[in-house]
């Protein structure tokens, strides 16, 4: 079994900043990707940025310039920098991995989902 943690939710005023984290455990032979996702009430959920074990990203147009994702692959940990927050940014944002299980199938693991509010 693989577990994911994620935490750092929260709620902030305009203009402020939140790091998320969210770790991996469990059965986990290796890590292809990790990525940050959310959801408003609403709307379909949507990638706002996602790594890969080699470093490379992408982000969403919409938060370039103001996230930052980032790993520790020691830890199978991926991180996500939050600044000059908007209430736009309101949502729930959920932790996505992409592995290799020891029992050796590639899947995708979802995290619990953190709320993120932006108040203005």
């Known amino acids: 079994q693989v577990q994911l943690v994620e935490s750092g939710g929260g709620l902030v005023q305009a203009g402020g900043s939140l790091r998320l984290s969210c770790a991996a455990s469990g059965s986990i032979f290796s890590i292809n990707a990790m990525g940050w996702y959310r959801q408003a009430p609403g709307k379909q959920r949507e990638l706002v940025a996602r790594?890969?074990?080699?470093?490379?990203?992408i982000s969403a147009d919409s938060v370039k310039g103001r996230f930052t994702i980032s790993r520790d692959n020691a830890k199978n940990t991926v991180y996500l920098q939050m600044n000059s927050l908007k209430p736009e940014d309101t949502a729930v944002y959920y932790c996505?991995?992409?592995?290799?299980?020891?029992?050796?199938?590639?899947?995708?693991?979802w995290g619990q989902g953190t709320q993120v509010t932006v108040s203005s």
């Open positions: 996505n991995v992409n592995l290799m299980g020891t029992w050796g199938v590639v899947v995708d693991y």
């Open positions: 790594i890969s074990s080699g470093g490379s990203t």
